[in-house]
């Protein structure tokens, strides 16, 4: 397996766990549960980004398990749909005490994984299938993408093309590794840097901050959101010296902030990549160095090495090509049988390339918008109000990637018990919600309703 033999091969690798300092190099954290190497199930891992998930992580992947990396907060309903139709093997759940037909086991003095009771084998999963990752974001419907150790070091090669890591680099897992952005994150540092330092905490608390100064970050990553935030807290007025380099995908950031960074970066001698990327691809596709910053705002950038655009002429749909294109989805057990690597992948993002060769996305073809590099699809979370609410209609929108608008007809209607449900259901918070009562909704000529109308009048109120 190429990325857990690159990954061990950087015998100076350490793993420190923030709060506790505690710190193991990667030749004793990879093979420290003593797993089987031959031994071939599934396995459902909730991470949190702790030691004790990266450990799990490290060790099955290096056994011929399969393994569904998924978010340890995903709703209670929506991992007893996904265990009840794969029937996992093993799962690692720190957030539960017990999962009915499972029993647990100490795997070490740290680690406590869940055995299914009676297991046996109902499926063959097709070999090439090493890692699901989610694309539905906080919905948790059951789409898994299914990636291969060759997918995933394809793209990882890709990436150590430009990306400028060293050996001494101190890297914080502030991404949360079941996103493949935070994936990409981890191996491509695990391969080439000096310390992963695994932490639950985030920008916005002052645990973060002192951490950063105790190990002395080399570098961030994250989504605009954490950009817009940085930029609140007055992060881009002032140097930390330990920081050598930004990164960035999940969305746009605005011209403005842009500008900001791109000034933070020329005073403070730091470099800012700015990434496209997709599930279905192991990770990020296409990238801007620091001088682009000063692009248009919709700009992506080039391919990463080994990777090709091309742009379909009657759809303006972006098309990519690359070794590290996915081998399908998975909707269903039956589903892991197979692996099947399109020869181009299609994006959903509408483009158009720049006489320079930087491309740009113009708008996308499905109802998928990204709230804080967060996939949703709008149609599902119709599909939760509508069960929740009596069927009553409602209209979902993306207002800028910044929040869900969401329309209805019914006046009698609680909008409290919309932005509610969304908070419960979808862990999005109720400030990222806007409802509104509308009369009636237009219909298209074919009777449906009509939504690029009601998306351009949203747009014309904004």
């Not at 799990?56 to 569904?68: E, R």
């Not at 914080?172 to 994150?185: A, D, T």
């Not at 807290?233 to 380099?245: E, P, T, V």
């Not at 279905?280 to 090709?308: H, K, Q």
Request: hydrophobic share 35%.
């Amino acid at each position: 397996m190429k990325i857990l033999e690159n990954v061990i091969a950087n015998k100076n690798l350490l793993f420190t766990d923030a709060s506790t300092g505690t710190t193991i190099p990667v030749g004793t954290l990879y093979r420290s549960l003593g797993l089987n190497p031959v031994e071939k199930g599934l396995i459902f891992l909730y991470n949190d980004n702790q030691l004790s998930s990266i450990e799990v992580l490290l060790n099955f992947y290096g056994t011929a398990h399969t393994i569904a990396l998924l978010g340890q907060k995903l709703h209670s309903e929506f991992k007893d749909r996904m265990e009840a139709e794969y029937r996992p093997k093993y799962i690692f759940d720190p957030s539960r005490d017990e999962v009915e037909g499972y029993s647990i086991r100490a795997f070490s003095d740290t680690v406590k994984i869940f055995m299914k009771d009676d297991y046996k084998s109902e499926i063959t999963i097709h070999p090439e299938i090493k890692l699901l990752l989610s694309t539905s974001g906080t919905t948790g419907i059951p789409k898994l993408v299914k990636l291969s150790d060759e997918n995933l070091y394809q793209n990882a090669i890709s990436i150590l093309q430009y990306m400028p890591i060293l050996e001494s680099d101190v890297v914080p897992l502030n991404v949360p590794i079941n996103f493949v952005y935070g994936f990409s994150i981890f191996t491509t540092n695990c391969m080439r840097a000096g310390r992963m330092v695994c932490t639950d905490k985030d920008i916005m608390q002052k645990a973060f901050w002192d951490e950063m100064e105790e190990y002395g970050y080399s570098t961030l990553g994250g989504v605009p959101f954490l950009y817009e935030n940085l930029n609140r807290i007055g992060f881009f007025r002032k140097d930390s010296q330990s920081l050598r380099y930004l990164t960035h995908t999940g969305g746009v950031i605005n011209g403005e902030l842009r500008k900001t960074i791109f000034a933070y970066c020329l005073e403070f001698e730091k470099q800012f990549f700015a990434q496209y990327g997709q599930t279905e691809a192991g990770g990020r596709m296409a990238y801007l160095t620091t001088d682009g910053l000063l692009e248009e705002e919709t700009s992506i950038g080039t391919p990463v090495y080994g990777g090709n655009f091309s742009i379909d002429p009657d759809t303006d749909e972006l098309l990519f090509s690359h070794a590290s294109i996915f081998g399908g989805y998975a909707h269903t057990l039956q589903d892991l049988t197979s692996y099947e690597q399109p020869a181009v992948l299609r994006t959903g993002d509408t483009a158009k390339k720049g006489q320079n060769g930087i491309y740009f996305i113009t708008g996308r073809i499905k109802r998928i918008m990204k709230l804080f590099g967060i996939r949703l699809n709008l149609d599902e979370v119709e599909f939760i109000l509508k069960n929740e609410l009596e069927g009553n209609t409602f209209v979902c929108l993306n207002s800028n990637d910044k929040k869900i608008i969401v329309l209805y007809d019914n006046q009698e209607i609680d909008p409290q018990a919309i932005t509610e449900i969304i908070k419960n259901k979808l862990r999005i918070n109720p400030q990222y919600v806007h409802t509104e009562h509308i009369e009636s909704f237009p219909l298209s000529q074919n009777g449906k309703i009509n939504y690029p109308l009601l998306q351009n009048l949203q747009h014309e109120n904004i």
